[in-house]
């Protein structure tokens, strides 16, 4: 999907959420709009209001109990996704909505028809805890007094126990983000997550974003295993099936 533009994205997210309305919240899993409109909105690094004004500027075009833009002529290059997508079902728009924010989604989705798992109610808790709570970090993060003049090297690829390392000359930072749906919850570091705040100490920053049901906010902790925040250590056992042949 690379050929869509950010405002390609916001404009067919505004659609979607405007012609399927509550079955696009229950299908992505959000639990109200507030809510989609900031996780999808950080996810593709749109502004904040935009994926709202886009549905609004739509819903006149379908039934529901808002008004939107009623008096506003829709503008030519929204005119154009409405006449190039509005017909499409709910499955088929559900699909593309979730290859916009799910990072190699067609893989996922081979998998998920494989699994025969249903990935759906997933994609809401993902991106709060995952790609929508990142992004408002890299928008963000120069809010961090001691992130000035830093610059940001995005690490999530490399499975190293942190999202972004911030560098400045021979200084450094390593930032792990995390993501709340509420104003408050719990959250959890894996295992290399923990060792590598362990080593690293004050040079190992967690940042939480949380409240994305209404507006999101953050906070920071600098040595979070030092810090006024309670670790508690939980097990689990994962059984794993394999099947050996001998050539």
Known sequence: ???????????????YLSKFDEKALQHLGFDGFNQAFN?????????????????????????NQRKGWHK????????????SFGNWDLKNFTDLVESFVIKDYAIEKLVAEIEKKD??????????????????????????IEFFDYSLTDTRKNACGFDFKMSFNENYYCVEVKGLNNA???????????????????KYCLFVVSNFIKKPTHQYFFNPLESRLTFKKIEKKIVQTTYNISI
Do not use: H, W
């Not at 999808?40 to 994926?51: E, F, M, N, Q, R």
């Not at 829709?74 to 409405?82: A, H, V, W």
């Not at 990935?119 to 961090?144: C, D, H, M, P, S």
């Open 1 to 15: 999907m690379n050929d869509f533009t950010t405002r390609d994205k916001a404009i067919l997210i505004g659609l």
């Open 39 to 63: 996780a999808l909105g950080y996810s593709i690094g749109a502004k904040l209001a935009s994926i709202k004004n886009y549905r609004d500027e739509f819903d006149p075009y379908f039934p």
């Open 72 to 83: 506003r002529i829709l503008r030519d290059y929204c005119k154009f996704f409405l006449d």
């Open 119 to 144: 990935y759906t109610q997933q994609v809401a808790k993902r991106l709060i805890t995952g790609e929508a709570a990142e992004e408002y970090f890299k928008i963000n993060y120069l809010n961090v």
């Open 184 to 202: 408050t919850g719990s959250i959890a570091l894996t295992e290399r997550e923990f060792l590598i705040a362990q080593n690293q100490k004050e």
